[in-house]
RNA sequence: GGGCGGUUAGCGCAGAUGGUAGCGCAUCACAUUGACAUUGUGGAGGUCGCUGGUUCGAGUCCAGUAUCGCCCACCA
């Protein structure tokens, strides 16, 4: 790092220059390698691996912040940490990006073929796949590219395919027939979790279906007409005495004539609708089951393109047509064949792909599942055990709950991109062979399904450390990894996932910790997306901030109990300004470093002041490590905002500019001052790392640790508990304080020295004494006169009572009398009622029994405290009459 | 239908084990050659959604209730 001249440092920090400075010193000094072969203890975080397609929005910025704060933090605390990188392929995103890509020269995948097309996705996202993570650099991201991973690696898709013949053997993955939610656009097979429900406003429609050979009809109701034409039975409940006699006979399906039996089924509720219900199984869940209880074989009426299907069960009509028009249509035939018997309007839920909006079909088809009953048990059981800590604790229920009524889940994806299912078919038998190869690709075909692409996010933690080979360095040093920081939106896509398959596979869970943040909103609490056009990037706010500032802002607005963020640009402002703050303090600090030594700071040598910010900057520091281990991380950044801004700028550095007037204190204030800001920079490192790192290398210093970064993070130590010296100061402050508050209500202009009287009691006065200096500068006092309750100066003075220190201040001439007496007034009821209150709590027996001792000293010397205040502000009022 | 979260100053939010209600922004007054106006000093502003209960004492614990939001399940 070329150092800069303190003299030409500018007032105001400029973070862009700063950060970019700043990386390439950590990345020229490769600051961000683990090192498996290291002794020390692991600390390992994999990152949530961002899609390949994917756009650095406001929550990686959270996301990978929180992550770079432990990460830093353990780094800094002795532990070998490592943060793995990497990014995911993202089927059907990725997928979609390269196709619309086509679309534009006028092609289709089709045109291409399967191996072109895949050939093209991946140069796609080789170009692509280090645009995210170069972003996370922006960010300042410690995490360690050497070891970058890919899903679809070979690494990975080793694991893939270890798993899947794994789990195949075990009987844990099947193929079968089952309804699936298939979306017409993506043309694939989605997952449960991957459908989101929207109530629609639709219809009822109620349509007769007439007995066969005998005069009567049944009418069902029904929102999907279009499916007549799938129907196989009418369903009643066996207990509708309506319907009872129908039971058993046979009725026509309208338009087509189609001959289908009256069942009898538990799962019709009588009272819904007419109380009868058609069965469709080839296009509903329910209906699929009802027809399995009752061995109807499914009738296909809509394809994969969600058109009406060209066969002899669809009416001729109506074949060709897509599912909207072919209700349309159909209800128009029903209606002219007086078989439409009313129409009722319901709002009901309509199954939506979560990735295009376009409404799902639920479709019988072929796809491969995971059987996820008996491999749920070992994740179920690693929570409820406490082998995995979710923080906030309120998540573990919703986990479990999932968890414990977990449904199979479909793997299989109709698409080119992603891992291809290892399973092999005979060309002339068909017959089907699982394995990590293809036995002979002259004779096998690969199934063309590809598998969900968190399956092998599932994988992730130990798939990027080198698993299946449990041999490998990095598995066996970092895996399991430690904390996992995320969303909860995708506690069941993911974590639930990962969770199982370490289990499963690794035998350990694969993090002990699972940290969920809230979600990032607008200003309005309105999600973030594109297409309501209310983002914000945060790459923006990098260049109009700064990203510690981004960072630190961010930070701060983390609740321990991981509420939702709002945010706005302006709320950067606080991080910057935060920023600028430190950086100006320390220009300050540096500016007055000459002739300082590097040797430590002489103990027998400290003010009152001295010990007190030590003191403090003693418990900061132990509150920071608290906070932190707690993932209390928003109260660490306001702990140290608290620390820094208000008692080491604002009290701290005013005093020490005292100090160093003083040739006797000088070079022990400036070793003090130079502590302090080291040991604050540090603190405040794993939040704001550049500004921390571009200060402390400007700081004179007896260490051969080349960066902040690598430097050792400050924790409680013993020597710097001075309690005793922290009240005294505090008190001080008060009387500062006060001073300068009774200045400003009798409109005493700063550049007025005033004389003051102390009452002091016991061994106040020489603590006093000893502050004199401070009190001078602080509260612009000319003299200070100690005296005690028979000597003060009554005639011509306005008083006020500090602590238990009386301050006498000559009447200035321009007073608001009135207006002072109505101030007074309203503060001496305030304090009445304040009395009163603790004087009820003292004549309590029971407080007295029950109070901690300390409290009721408090509680006394308190009233104390508020008689003598009373009788001065009565004296005051009175003077002012 | 089940579960979860919010409700505290004008706005945005903190308030572990119950003990004198805090922070940031905004606001008002004062201060400008001195690290910093992305600043300093001081002030004003709250019966902690509502009702009951436990307790000497409740923003904090319990019961109920209102309201906003989220998640899960889903009856055609």
């Known amino acids: 790092m070329s150092l800069?001249?303190?003299?030409?440092?500018?007032?105001?920090?400029?973070?862009?220059?700063?950060?970019?400075?700043?990386?390439?010193?950590?990345?020229?000094?490769?600051?961000?390698?683990?090192?498996?072969?290291?002794?020390?203890?692991?600390?390992?975080?994999?990152?949530?691996?961002?899609?390949?397609?994917?756009?650095?929005?406001?929550?990686?910025?959270?996301?990978?912040?929180?992550?770079?704060?432990?990460?830093?933090?353990?780094?800094?605390?002795?532990?070998?940490?490592?943060?793995?990188?990497?990014?995911?392929?993202?089927?059907?995103?990725?997928?979609?990006?390269?196709?619309?890509?086509?679309?534009?020269?006028?092609?289709?995948?089709?045109?291409?073929?399967?191996?072109?097309?895949?050939?093209?996705?991946?140069?796609?996202?080789?170009?692509?796949?280090?645009?995210?993570?170069?972003?996370?650099?922006?960010?300042?991201?410690?995490?360690?590219?050497?070891?970058?991973?890919?899903?679809?690696?070979?690494?990975?898709?080793d694991a893939v395919k270890e798993v899947f013949v794994k789990l195949y053997e075990k009987d844990l993955i099947y193929k079968g027939a089952y309804i699936v939610n298939w979306c017409p656009r993506c043309q694939s097979a989605i997952s449960d979790i991957e459908t989101d429900y929207e109530t629609e406003k639709s219809n009822l429609w109620e349509i007769s279906y007439s007995l066969k050979n005998e005069p009567g009809a049944i009418v069902v109701a029904t929102s999907r007409p279009e499916t007549i034409y799938g129907d196989v039975a009418v369903a009643v409940n066996p207990n509708d005495y309506k319907y009872k006699d129908l039971i058993g006979k046979t009725v026509l399906i309208p338009l087509t004539g189609r001959e289908i039996p009256i069942i009898a089924d538990d799962y019709v509720d009588k009272t819904f609708g007419t109380g009868a219900l058609k069965i469709t199984p080839a296009h509903d869940p329910n209906d699929y089951e009802v027809g399995k209880r009752h061995n109807l074989k499914p009738i296909w009426v809509i394809d994969e393109q969600g058109k009406m299907k060209h066969c002899a069960e669809v009416h001729p009509d109506i074949q060709g047509l897509t599912r909207e028009e072919a209700r349309k249509k159909t209800v128009e035939l029903l209606q002219y064949?007086?078989?439409?018997?009313?129409?009722?309007?319901?709002?009901?839920?309509?199954?939506?792909?979560?990735?295009?909006?376009?409404?799902?079909?639920?479709?019988?088809?072929?796809?491969?599942?995971?059987?996820?009953?008996?491999?749920?048990?070992?994740?179920?059981?690693?929570?409820?055990?406490?082998?995995?800590?979710?923080?906030?604790?309120?998540?573990?229920?919703?986990?479990?709950?999932?968890?414990?009524?977990?449904?199979?889940?479909?793997?299989?994806?109709?698409?080119?991109?992603?891992?291809?299912?290892?399973?092999?078919?005979?060309?002339?038998?068909?017959?089907?062979?699982?394995?990590?190869?293809?036995?002979?690709?002259?004779?096998?075909?690969?199934?063309?399904?590809?598998?969900?692409?968190?399956?092998?996010?599932?994988?992730?933690?130990f798939s990027t450390m080198g698993w299946p080979n449990t041999e490998a360095e990095d598995f066996k040093k970092f895996y399991p990894t430690s904390t996992l920081v995320t969303g909860f939106d995708i506690i069941f896509f993911w974590v639930a996932r990962m969770i199982t398959m370490g289990e499963e596979f690794t035998k350990k869970a694969p993090f002990s910790t699972v940290y969920i943040h809230g979600l990032i909103r607008d200003e309005n609490g309105q999600k973030m997306s594109k297409s309501k056009g209310n983002t914000i990037d945060p790459v923006g706010i990098i260049d109009k901030y700064g990203c510690d500032a981004l960072r630190f802002t961010l930070t701060s607005l983390c609740t321990y109990g991981g509420q939702d963020i709002k945010i706005s640009d302006e709320k950067f402002e606080y991080g910057r300004n935060f920023a600028n703050k430190i950086w100006n303090a320390s220009r300050f600090v540096l500016m007055n470093l000459e002739g300082v030594d590097n040797n430590k700071i002489d103990f027998d040598n400290l003010t009152l002041a001295d010990k007190w910010i030590l003191n403090k900057l003693n418990e900061t520091a132990k509150e920071t490590n608290e906070n932190i281990k707690n993932y209390r991380i928003g109260e660490m950044a306001h702990t140290l905002y608290d620390f820094f801004w208000n008692s080491y700028c604002d009290w701290y550095v005013e005093i020490a500019k005292i100090q160093l007037q003083d040739e006797s204190l000088k070079l022990n204030t400036q070793r003090v001052l130079?502590?302090?800001?080291?040991?604050?920079?540090?603190?405040?490192?794993?939040?704001?790392?550049?500004?921390?790192?571009?200060?402390?290398?400007?700081?004179?210093?007896?260490?051969?640790?080349?960066?902040?970064?690598?430097?050792?993070?400050?924790?409680?130590e013993e020597k710097f508990a001075f309690t005793q010296e922290n009240t005294q100061m505090e008190l001080v402050f008060e009387t500062i304080k006060s001073l300068r508050n009774v200045r400003q209500s009798f409109n005493i202009p700063v550049s007025t020295k005033i004389n003051i009287e102390i009452l002091a009691e016991n061994n106040e006065e020489d603590i006093f004494k000893k502050v004199e200096a401070y009190i001078h500068r602080l509260a612009r006092v000319e003299g200070i006169k100690y005296v005690d309750e028979n000597?003060?100066?009554?005639?011509?003075?306005?008083?006020?009572?500090?602590?238990?220190?009386?301050?006498?201040?000559?009447?200035?001439?321009?007073?608001?009398?009135?207006?002072?007496?109505?101030?007074?007034?309203?503060?001496?009821?305030?304090?009445?009622?304040?009395?009163?209150?603790?004087?009820?709590?003292?004549?309590?027996?029971?407080?007295?029994?029950?109070?901690?001792?300390?409290?009721?000293?408090?509680?006394?010397?308190?009233?104390?405290?508020?008689?003598?205040?009373?009788?001065?502000?009565?004296?005051?009022?009175?003077?002012?009459?």
């Open 4 to 157: 800069t001249k303190i003299e030409d440092l500018p007032t105001v920090y400029n973070a862009k220059e700063t950060e970019e400075a700043i990386y390439k010193f950590w990345e020229d000094n490769e600051c961000f390698k683990a090192n498996a072969k290291s002794e020390k203890e692991p600390y390992s975080i994999v990152i949530p691996p961002p899609n390949v397609t994917g756009v650095l929005h406001m929550g990686h910025a959270l996301d990978g912040t929180l992550q770079d704060i432990l990460v830093r933090y353990h780094r800094m605390s002795g532990y070998e940490t490592l943060w793995m990188p990497g990014t995911d392929h993202a089927g059907i995103a990725t997928q979609n990006v390269v196709e619309k890509k086509l679309r534009q020269e006028g092609k289709t995948r089709f045109d291409l073929g399967r191996e072109k097309f895949v050939e093209l996705t991946w140069d796609w996202a080789n170009e692509h796949k280090s645009a995210i993570l170069n972003q996370f650099k922006r960010l300042g991201a410690s995490f360690d590219r050497s070891r970058e991973r890919f899903t679809l690696d070979k690494g990975c898709s």
């Open 337 to 461: 064949n007086n078989s439409l018997v009313r129409i009722v309007p319901i709002e009901h839920n309509v199954g939506k792909c979560q990735r295009c909006n376009t409404t799902i079909e639920p479709l019988l088809s072929e796809q491969w599942f995971v059987r996820m009953e008996p491999l749920a048990k070992a994740a179920i059981e690693a929570v409820e055990s406490g082998k995995i800590k979710f923080v906030p604790e309120r998540w573990t229920k919703n986990y479990l709950g999932w968890m414990t009524n977990i449904r199979d889940w479909c793997i299989s994806r109709q698409l080119w991109w992603g891992h291809q299912i290892p399973a092999y078919y005979n060309n002339e038998t068909g017959d089907m062979v699982v394995a990590k190869q293809n036995p002979d690709p002259a004779k096998y075909t690969q199934d063309s399904d590809v598998l969900d692409t968190w399956f092998s996010s599932g994988l992730w933690p």
């Open 674 to 716: 130079k502590y302090v800001l080291d040991m604050t920079l540090r603190l405040l490192h794993p939040v704001m790392p550049h500004i921390t790192e571009a200060i402390w290398q400007l700081l004179p210093k007896n260490t051969d640790v080349k960066a902040i970064m690598l430097s050792k993070f400050p924790i409680y």
């Open 791 to 881: 000597h003060k100066t009554q005639k011509q003075s306005a008083s006020t009572v500090v602590s238990s220190s009386k301050i006498n201040i000559p009447l200035a001439g321009l007073i608001d009398l009135n207006e002072e007496i109505k101030r007074q007034t309203k503060k001496l009821e305030k304090i009445t009622n304040e009395k009163n209150s603790l004087l009820a709590r003292v004549n309590n027996e029971k407080f007295m029994s029950n109070a901690k001792p300390e409290l009721i000293e408090q509680t006394k010397s308190r009233i104390e405290e508020i008689i003598v205040q009373e009788t001065t502000i009565n004296e005051l009022i009175n003077s002012l009459k």
